[in-house]
């Protein structure tokens, strides 16, 4: 998964994956290790579930309630509004899209 998720951000390639009971599809911006030590992936969320019924917008997935995640064709620009490369949810970033 590690893999995937870091070309997909490098290549700019929308994934996609269950999480938390359905598919999302998203765009994924940054990936890195929060403030308690999890894995995460900050993202911008186009289509699928969401639980609060608003399925496009920011996110920040734990990679442990991740699972089939898979790199589509698909391209994204990487210029949503609100992007901060240096995400402030993570001590140490792995990967990023670059402004």
């Known amino acids: 998964m590690d893999q995937i998720i870091r070309e997909a951000i ?37 289509a699928g579930y969401s639980s609060s019924g608003n399925p496009v917008g920011w996110r920040l997935f734990d ?8 790199a589509t064709s698909v391209s994204f620009l990487g210029d949503r509004p609100e992007y901060v490369q240096n995400d402030s949810a993570m001590v140490h970033i792995f990967s990023c899209v670059q402004g």
């Open 63 to 70: 990679l442990a309630k991740m699972s089939a995640v898979s």
């Open 10 to 46: 490098e290549n700019r390639r929308v994934l996609e994956f269950q999480y938390d009971g359905g598919p999302r599809i998203v765009e994924p911006f940054c990936y890195g290790i929060g403030k308690t030590g999890k894995h995460l992936l900050r993202g911008y969320q186009t």
